[in-house]
């Protein structure tokens, strides 16, 4: 098992990382105080010496007292054995809370009394007949009626007195509810309402009605002629006492009544001119990128964005780029990954970026504090997004971005990481052709088997064909990680006797590496750049080629 799969394993047993490969480094080396474990891992010896208390409050380590203190791992075995003997106690509590609950529900199931009645089913077809029907539901009515209508139904029940059964049903104590959507042109039908009827501006994708009655009854249309005909046949509604229907339907509509505004806040915005608060379903992805864009395009002060990858933003980079010349301060939290290494450099320049590792399946713009468009890729069936300046909504998924934003790691720690994997990669693929070249025999990546049967993987492999016996691992180091990679390739040079191990890198090397790389039998290979570099690692082949 190599020394990374070991460290995977170890997190099974309730290990994070950073504990498994201290654990497994002490285990290892033996005692050793802070400052050789800092080296190791290139910290602060103060940030070491915490994660050892740390180890050692879970003990995970022990101390040894003296000049300086030194930690040392547990007993491997007995640190396994007490994780598995918590695991085996939660276990049995729950077995034993299992027994807890079955035996509880099977006596309250025996209480449990049978439907009396199938629920049942009924299409009605015609005008005329779902408004006789709607009337018979009021007079039923005890407790509550829910409406969704459109704002032409909503004129036709007004014109056959529905409107006036309704507020008569409020009066009695009932609570009543209308949806509905609520326009310039219908503020007379409205306003007649609102004596004793609750109504909420609701925005409707398509022509629909939706009654539900004291949760006995429901009745629902999906498809129908909007006109204001009151005869026509186009009009079909189903209605049903099905408990579990009546229960969806009532989801559905608190779900929107939470998130309409006021009529009456919307009335006072249409008669005073200021927009009003509400909550508009996006239907395609046209007036998606258009309603984006002209909330960017009327920005002022703050832009914060969440998106998954920086090329599904809906605007060019260019464009996001002026807008924050003009003094806004705009925050992107999104993956940054090789393939947008460069657009989120270039990007970094003017606007705040934070990667976020858990991908982000969603998109979500917040401008000025007062607007909000949200997607989610499942929301496709029903719509593409949904755009609000409803204040609510808007302190919301505000919020929610502040959580998001705080877990974000700044984008410049992850493009530094990123251009030394780059430049890795590259600098593999320059050697890899050039030995080619040369006739060697190469492997990238390539695995080598030690005397102890252990195999041990390297970027490259690289054999000569009269000598396959007699190998190279390559590695390609960042700048500044010469030290722990030396450590890490200590056991692989020990196992490895007949093959020749390189560390090549263009960042500096200190004597006391030196020192250790010839301890260990490493060759290190260092240049300012990488043709330089190359040309010493074929300069180093040809010797050993030699020997």
Known sequence: MTLERLVERLRDFGFTRDEAEIFVFLLRAGPCPASVVARRFEISRMKAYRALKELEEKGLVHRIMGRPVRFVAAPLKETLDRYIDEVRGKLERLEEGEREITESWERLSRRVEP???????????????????????????????????????????????????????????????????????NLGDVEGLLDGVEVRSASLPAPMRIVVVDDNEALTTVAMDDTMSVTTQDDTGLWTNASSYIKAMKVFLEALWGMAPDAGAVIESIKTGREPQEIRIITTRKVFVETFSGMIERSESTIDMVVEHIRDLPVSLRFLMERAERDLRIRLLTQVDIESLNDVKAVSESVVVKHRVVSSEFM????????????????????????????????????????????????????????????????????????????????????????????????????????????????????????????????????????????????????????????????????????????????????????
Do not use: C
Request: glycine share 8%; no cysteine.
């Open 364 to 547: 979500l713009v917040i401008v000025d504090d007062g607007e909000v468009v949200l997607r989610l890729p499942g929301w496709r069936v029903a719509g593409y997004a949904v755009w609000s300046n409803l204040k609510a909504y808007v302190d919301t998924m505000s919020q929610v971005f502040e959580d998001y934003w705080g877990e974000g790691s700044p984008a410049e720690e992850v493009i530094s990481n990123l251009v030394g994997q780059k430049y890795r990669s590259e600098t593999l693929g320059i050697i890899r052709d050039a030995l080619k070249n040369a006739g060697w025999i190469v492997e990238s990546p390539g695995y080598l088997k030690g005397k102890s049967g252990a195999t041990h993987p390297f970027s490259l492999v690289a054999r000569r064909p009269g000598a396959p016996d007699e190998p190279m691992g390559i590695e390609v180091l960042p700048e500044g990680k010469v030290f722990g990679s030396l450590i890490e390739h200590s056991v692989k040079s020990s196992d490895l006797k007949s093959a020749t191990i390189f560390l090549a890198t263009t960042g500096k090397i200190r004597r006391e590496e030196i020192e250790l790389a010839e301890l260990y039998g490493i060759k290190l290979i260092q240049a300012p750049e990488v043709r330089l570099l190359v040309a010493k690692m074929l300069n180093e082949a040809h010797n050993l080629e030699k020997s």
């Open 115 to 185: 439907s009396l009645e199938e629920p049942r089913f009924r299409i009605f077809q015609g005008r005329q007949q779902i408004y006789d029907l709607i009337q018979k539901m009021g007079e039923r009515a005890a407790k509550e009626v829910i409406v969704l209508t459109t704002a032409n139904d909503l004129t036709r029940l007004s014109l056959l007195g529905i409107d006036d059964d309704l507020k008569a049903l409020a009066r009695r104590g009932a609570q009543v509810r209308v949806l509905t959507p609520v326009f310039k042109e």
